[in-house]
């Protein structure tokens, strides 16, 4: 029997996504984004689970597209593997109901790389890198590269990681600012599982709605962005978190939020 690609664990209310083909470092095949999409869609389906992992089994975190695999052998067309798979994997990582972690524990290059920006918080392990590889083989950066870097590192610095292909060592990625943190290797899981539990207990849906208004902000002046804030925190007045984050406030106990 074939092993699975991608193995999903769920303790309490988080979920762990690994992908699972060490031997290869965890490089996307069609067969693994045949796997992971639905079981991101699960998780995102599944009302009890209100914060996500994703991580990589053995030595790296995903090292992108396996050039080896069928689907990108022969007279392939890269812009409908795009089309075809990555567009729908950004695009689920960027309107998950629930915070999406990233537990980088290896090299994340290209493709992987961007998955793991795609997500709410980056943790690296300090023996971690990031590599934007695509320029050494003739191609830019994918699965919302060009979109992502830019906006968390500046364009000087988006255009030096993507047209150098240097490796991007975890420490120097924490310094400047493409990820969330870097801790020591292993603590990385702790870690992980740490920062899941105390999403877990924050309104979910408020932070869902939190990630989508500052990533709509990048388009709009400052008017529309505060416009887009009114009409937001309106629907969100009306919701039960908001009730019981205030009723919690004046009864000095730790809210219970239940909204996703």
């Known amino acids: 029997m074939t092993e699975p690609t991608v193995l999903v664990a769920t303790a309490g209310a ?94 994340a290059a290209g493709a992987g790389a961007n998955m793991a920006l795609c ?3 980056v943790l690296a392990a300090r023996s971690a890198s990031f590599i934007q590889a695509f320029s050494k083989i003739g191609l830019v950066p994918d699965c919302g590269g060009s979109w992502l870097l830019p906006r ?6 988006a255009l030096g990681l993507a047209m150098s292909g240097d490796k991007l060592p975890a420490e120097e990625a924490e310094r400047i600012g493409l990820i969330w943190k870097c801790v020591d290797d292993a603590a990385l899981m702790d870690s992980a599982q740490a920062l899941a539990a105390k999403l877990c207990l924050m309104p979910s849906r408020a932070l869902a709605e939190t990630r989508r208004l500052l990533d709509s902000a990048m388009a709009m002046d400052f008017g529309d962005a505060i416009t887009q804030e009114a009409d937001t925190q309106r629907e969100l ?14 009864a000095k106990r730790p809210p219970v939020f239940r909204d996703r």
Do not use: W
């Open 119 to 121: 997500c709410d918080f």
């Open 237 to 250: 007045g009306r919701a039960g978190d908001f009730a019981e984050g205030v009723a919690a406030f004046f």
């Open 14 to 107: 988080v979920r762990t996504i690994t992908l699972n083909r060490p031997a290869a470092l965890n490089s996307f095949t069609a067969a693994m984004h045949g796997e992971l999409l639905p079981a991101l869609q699960q998780a995102a389906d599944d009302k009890a689970i209100r914060a996500l992992i994703i991580t990589g089994s053995g030595r790296g975190f995903c090292a992108g597209q396996d050039l080896m695999d069928p689907a990108m052998t022969g007279d392939v067309d890269v812009g409908a593997v795009i089309e075809r798979c990555y567009r729908p994997l950004a695009t689920r990582l960027r309107t998950m109901p629930v915070p999406v972690i990233a537990a980088v524990n290896g090299v």
């Open 152 to 157: 968390l590192v500046g364009r000087a610095r």
